[in-house]
């Protein structure tokens, strides 16, 4: 019997797991690991077996010996452009090169070679469906992959992608908070709202649910996709290097290896300090002095410090969940359950904040760590069974919405909104164009994310030439253009000449992505598997999104 | 996935009138229910109409159809949930906190209408009421934020694409006069220098 498995990609660690025999399982790494660092490590030549790719845990030992061969935190960058302000908060944090590539996509620099950054990615969705596999010992072609809800429609396609180079299908790209309820809720047929709290290792979101019966409806959703628990270890990163600076042993900070031991040490005392009222970070070897002799770090911290020096970020989610909870017309007070999702939520400032923001504490019996894939793999579970014309057990209907709102560029510099955010997907719209002078032969529709009237404000998503339009004098050609978001999140642009029922072909411009021959070139299964039944269908008509 | 007959001639047909069906129609719900019943509608309608539930079919002619439905179930709910629009809603067909019957409003009118419609008019409401016409508050917007960076220039291009679509609008027409003298007195000032440059 085939399954369908579930894949939290996250942004420092990722989880896998599979409905089996109507049970959800989490599965573990040959050391019983249940949650696997997403980091790839590539060999310097080929010294090491296979094809010298490491991921997982084993690939974040080897970061520590060999940082130069390690690529880590993709999640951060996928689907971005090279201009992003996170891209240039990255490349002064990582120790590898990042470039662009040909379709303002970003591509990785490891020992001279060049990876898209998908492929990265795919790398490590290959190793957990490996995992996956010699768990169920048989092959396992079907994924649900989760994204943070305020992924944009860029940051989707480039997460679908790396699926499909990993050499499955990807049957849906679900939003984490989403996952989450569906996880946490399952079994317990109820009528309330509920939240669900995400604060991850890179991104925020928060989501406002209503939960009917075996009906998730997801009310409105907002979040920050720079915000994250790296920012709470980078806090402390400054903590320390300020004081190795005050040393005066500034040169420490340029190894890459310190780097990654001072990030360590930074990570394991924010987690001490949930526990303790004070802790000290001790960090061996970690210069040399004038005299080439071993020097250690230390310093210490107290609990109410760290509170302090974190407190912009913790306010910063609260800010998120006011703006959602607006959206969906909410008191705090309104919601019935609040379900905490991502390791930084284990953190305890987090979670007496949320305790007093909400009035009540956390829902229990979760893992924070966890319960994102188990809702993926409920889900892959319930689509595979769906079709296959099987009815599933727990069949329960996810409603999710649009993050962002949807627009085209006018006039002006201004943003022509087509699709509100926190809108049900799937959905479409349809706008008519008509042409601006005579005999006009093309018309561009460039196409926008985000919140703000103005262009600057907003993620551009693509622009799109509708070509060899008839001939006609201008205002009487007119094209309905269809604007259409799927149940992934993904956006699909159409044209129509409504007189003479013509689609029109639509030329992607400037897509920050792949294209679908380079995927299809990419794919790791190209080589073995000869036939075309796991390639995804396309119908020809339509290209996919902007 | 085998599809049942029943569903697929369900679905198809009412693919095939969505146009001609009100809000309450497609939800199954008597005209100008309540809130609390919308939501149990639409809970119950998407049991039935949601793509997912169809995910193996792979005929695209069934998909395409029961994945409109959905759209419109989905606009439907949208529209009802929310308590202004809803009202809006239930003035224009005609609805009377659920007393009032079908087939007192026209099919022509009930077509007209549409979410975006909806929506429009509360932005137009909301946009402080001085234009209700949706292109005319685009201009309106735009002339508010060129009055900001005190771009006279722009205020009155604005102000006279605005009064194109509304052109009796008697606020559009006294912010227009005012703007064409802030213009003139801008004018006029920067005119002052260039002469004494010639002399």
Same mark, same amino acid.
């Not at chain 1, 956390?362 to 319930?382: C, L």
């Given at each position: 019997?085939?399954?369908?498995?579930?894949?939290?990609?996250?942004?420092?660690?990722?989880?896998?797991? @599979?409905?089996?025999?109507?049970?959800?399982?989490?599965?573990?790494? &040959?050391?019983?690991?249940?949650?696997?660092?997403?980091? =790839?490590?590539?060999? %310097?030549?080929?010294?090491?077996?296979?094809?010298?790719?490491?991921?997982?845990?084993?690939?974040?030992?080897?970061?520590?010996?060999?940082?130069?061969?390690?690529?880590?935190?993709?999640?951060?960058?996928?689907? +971005?452009?090279?201009?992003?302000?996170?891209?240039?908060?990255?490349?002064?944090?990582?120790?590898?090169?990042?470039?662009?590539?040909?379709?303002?996509?970003?591509?990785?620099?490891?020992?001279?070679?060049?990876?898209?950054? $998908?492929?990265?990615?795919?790398?490590?969705?290959?190793?957990? +469906?490996?995992?996956?596999?010699?768990?169920?010992?048989?092959?396992?072609?079907? @994924? @649900?992959?989760?994204?943070?809800?305020?992924?944009?429609?860029?940051?989707?396609?480039?997460?679908?992608?790396?699926?499909?180079?990993?050499?499955?299908?990807?049957?849906?790209?679900?939003?984490?908070?989403?996952?989450?309820?569906?996880?946490?809720?399952?079994?317990?047929?109820?009528?309330?709202?509920?939240?669900?709290?995400?604060?991850?290792?890179?991104?925020?979101?928060?989501?406002?649910?209503?939960?009917?019966?075996?009906?998730?409806?997801?009310?409105?959703?907002?979040?920050?996709?720079?915000?994250?628990?790296?920012?709470?270890?980078?806090?402390?990163?400054?903590?320390?290097?300020?004081?190795?600076?005050?040393?005066?042993?500034?040169?420490? #900070?340029?190894?890459?290896?310190?780097?990654?031991?001072?990030?360590?040490?930074?990570?394991?005392?924010?987690?001490?300090?949930?526990?303790?009222?004070?802790?000290?970070?001790? /960090?061996?070897?970690?210069?040399?002095?004038?005299?080439?002799?071993?020097?250690?770090?230390?310093?210490?911290?107290?609990?109410?410090?760290?509170?302090?020096?974190?407190?912009?970020?913790?306010?910063?989610?609260?800010?998120?969940?006011?703006?959602?909870?607006?959206?969906?017309?909410?008191?705090?007070?309104?919601?019935?359950?609040?379900?905490?999702?991502?390791?930084?939520?284990?953190?305890?400032?987090?979670?007496?904040?949320?305790?007093?923001?909400?009035?009540?504490?956390?829902?229990?019996?979760?893992?924070?760590? &966890?319960?994102?894939?188990?809702?993926?793999?409920?889900?892959?579970?319930?689509?595979?069974?769906?079709?296959?014309?099987?009815?599933?057990?727990?069949?329960?209907?996810?409603?999710?919405?649009?993050?962002?709102?949807?627009?085209?560029?006018?006039?002006?510099?201004?943003?022509?909104?087509?699709?509100?955010?926190?809108?049900?997907?799937?959905?479409?719209?349809?706008?008519?164009?008509?042409?601006? %002078? *005579?005999?006009?032969?093309?018309?561009?529709?460039?196409?926008? #994310?985000?919140?703000? +009237?103005?262009?600057?404000?907003?993620?551009?998503?693509?622009?799109? /030439?509708?070509?060899?339009?008839?001939?006609?004098?201008?205002?009487?050609?007119?094209?309905?253009?269809?604007?259409?978001?799927?149940?992934?999140?993904?956006?699909?642009?159409?044209?129509?000449?409504?007189?003479?029922?013509?689609?029109?072909?639509?030329?992607?411009?400037?897509?920050?992505?792949?294209? &679908?021959?380079? =995927?299809?070139?990419?794919?790791?299964?190209?080589?073995?598997?000869?036939?075309?039944?796991?390639?995804?269908?396309?119908?020809?008509?339509?290209?996919?999104?902007? | 996935?085998?599809?049942?007959?029943?569903?697929?001639?369900?679905? &198809?047909?009412?693919?095939?009138?969505?146009?001609?069906?009100?809000?309450?129609?497609?939800?199954?719900?008597?005209?100008?229910?309540?809130?609390?019943?919308?939501?149990?509608?639409?809970?119950?309608?998407?049991?039935?109409?949601?793509?997912?539930?169809?995910?193996?079919?792979?005929?695209?002619?069934?998909?395409?159809?029961?994945?409109?439905?959905?759209?419109?179930?989905?606009?439907?709910?949208?529209?009802?949930?929310?308590?202004?629009?809803?009202?809006?809603?239930?003035?224009?067909?005609?609805?009377?906190?659920?007393?009032?019957? *079908?087939?007192?409003?026209?099919?022509?009118?009930?077509?007209?209408?549409?979410?975006?419609?909806?929506?429009?008019?509360?932005?137009?409401?909301?946009?402080?009421?001085?234009?209700?016409?949706?292109?005319?508050?685009?201009? %309106?917007?735009?002339?508010?934020?060129?009055?900001?960076?005190?771009? %006279?220039?722009?205020? =009155?291009?604005?102000?006279?694409?605005?009064?194109?679509?509304?052109?009796?609008?008697?606020?559009?027409?006294?912010?227009?006069?005012?703007?064409?003298?802030?213009? $003139?007195?801008?004018?006029?000032?920067?005119?002052?220098?260039?002469?004494?440059? /010639?002399?």
């Amino acid at each position: 019997m085939a399954y369908a498995i579930g894949i939290d990609l996250g942004t420092s660690n990722s989880v896998v797991s @599979v409905v089996k025999d109507g049970v959800p399982t989490v599965i573990s790494d &040959e050391k019983g690991n249940r949650t696997h660092p997403s980091v =790839v490590w590539f060999a %310097w030549g080929r010294q090491v077996e296979g094809d010298g790719i490491l991921v997982g845990a084993r690939a974040s030992h080897q970061v520590l010996l060999a940082p130069e061969g390690g690529v880590y935190s993709a999640k951060r960058l996928i689907g +971005r452009t090279i201009d992003s302000i996170e891209v240039q908060k990255a490349r002064e944090a990582v120790p590898y090169e990042i470039l662009e590539g040909p379709h303002r996509d970003l591509r990785i620099r490891v020992h001279k070679q060049v990876y898209p950054l $998908a492929e990265i990615s795919a790398h490590v969705l290959r190793y957990l +469906r490996g995992l996956a596999e010699s768990f169920l010992g048989e092959p396992v072609e079907h @994924v @649900v992959i989760t994204v943070p809800a305020y992924f944009n429609d860029n940051q989707r396609q480039a997460t679908r992608d790396a699926g499909r180079i990993a050499g499955m299908e990807v049957l849906r790209i679900i939003n984490e908070p989403t996952a989450a309820a569906l996880a946490y809720g399952l079994g317990a047929r109820k009528d309330e709202y509920a939240a669900v709290y995400d604060l991850g290792g890179g991104t925020f979101d928060i989501s406002v649910l209503r939960i009917m019966g075996d009906v998730f409806e997801v009310v409105s959703t907002a979040g920050d996709t720079y915000l994250g628990g790296d920012d709470f270890d980078a806090v402390l990163v400054n903590y320390i290097t300020s004081q190795l600076n005050a040393e005066g042993k500034k040169a420490v #900070q340029n190894s890459v290896g310190a780097r990654v031991r001072i990030k360590r040490a930074a990570e394991e005392a924010k987690k001490k300090l949930s526990f303790e009222e004070d802790t000290t970070i001790y /960090i061996g070897s970690l210069y040399r002095n004038d005299k080439g002799e071993d020097q250690h770090f230390k310093t210490g911290i107290t609990r109410v410090q760290f509170n302090q020096m974190v407190f912009p970020l913790v306010k910063r989610t609260f800010e998120v969940c006011d703006e959602a909870l607006v959206a969906a017309k909410l008191e705090p007070s309104a919601i019935a359950s609040v379900v905490m999702v991502g390791g930084m939520t284990r953190s305890l400032i987090i979670k007496e904040a949320v305790d007093s923001y909400f009035g009540q504490s956390p829902a229990g019996g979760v893992n924070p760590d &966890e319960i994102v894939s188990v809702g993926a793999a409920i889900q892959a579970d319930s689509l595979f069974n769906a079709m296959q014309g099987k009815a599933s057990p727990s069949r329960s209907l996810l409603i999710d919405v649009t993050p962002q709102s949807l627009g085209i560029a006018t006039a002006g510099g201004f943003v022509d909104r087509i699709i509100g955010r926190n809108t049900s997907i799937p959905t479409s719209e349809t706008k008519t164009f008509t042409t601006s %002078w *005579d005999d006009q032969q093309e018309v561009k529709i460039e196409v926008f #994310q985000g919140e703000n +009237r103005k262009i600057d404000g907003n993620q551009k998503l693509g622009e799109f /030439i509708l070509e060899g339009l008839r001939a006609a004098p201008r205002g009487e050609l007119k094209l309905a253009v269809s604007f259409e978001i799927d149940a992934n999140g993904i956006v699909k642009v159409t044209a129509e000449d409504p007189e003479t029922r013509q689609s029109r072909s639509i030329r992607v411009e400037a897509s920050a992505g792949l294209t &679908e021959a380079e =995927v299809e070139a990419l794919r790791f299964d190209r080589e073995e598997d000869g036939d075309d039944s796991s390639a995804p269908s396309t119908d020809g008509s339509e290209q996919p999104g902007a | 996935m085998e599809l049942e007959l029943r569903t697929r001639v369900e679905v &198809e047909a009412i693919a095939s009138v969505l146009d001609d069906v009100d809000y309450y129609q497609l939800l199954k719900l008597n005209g100008g229910a309540p809130i609390p019943d919308v939501e149990k509608a639409y809970a119950s309608q998407s049991k039935m109409f949601h793509p997912d539930n169809y995910f193996g079919v792979r005929d695209a002619k069934f998909t395409r159809a029961v994945t409109a439905v959905f759209k419109k179930v989905n606009e439907s709910y949208q529209v009802l949930k929310d308590p202004e629009l809803k009202k809006m809603y239930d003035k224009k067909m005609g609805f009377r906190g659920g007393a009032a019957g *079908d087939g007192q409003v026209g099919g022509r009118r009930r077509r007209g209408l549409s979410k975006a419609d909806l929506e429009a008019e509360k932005e137009a409401l909301e946009g402080g009421g001085v234009v209700s016409d949706k292109d005319a508050l685009k201009y %309106w917007e735009l002339a508010e934020i060129a009055t900001m960076n005190k771009d %006279w220039n722009g205020v =009155v291009m604005n102000l006279q694409f605005a009064l194109n679509y509304e052109p009796k609008n008697p606020i559009l027409k006294e912010k227009l006069v005012d703007a064409k003298s802030q213009l $003139a007195e801008k004018k006029g000032k920067e005119k002052n220098p260039y002469k004494i440059k /010639i002399r």
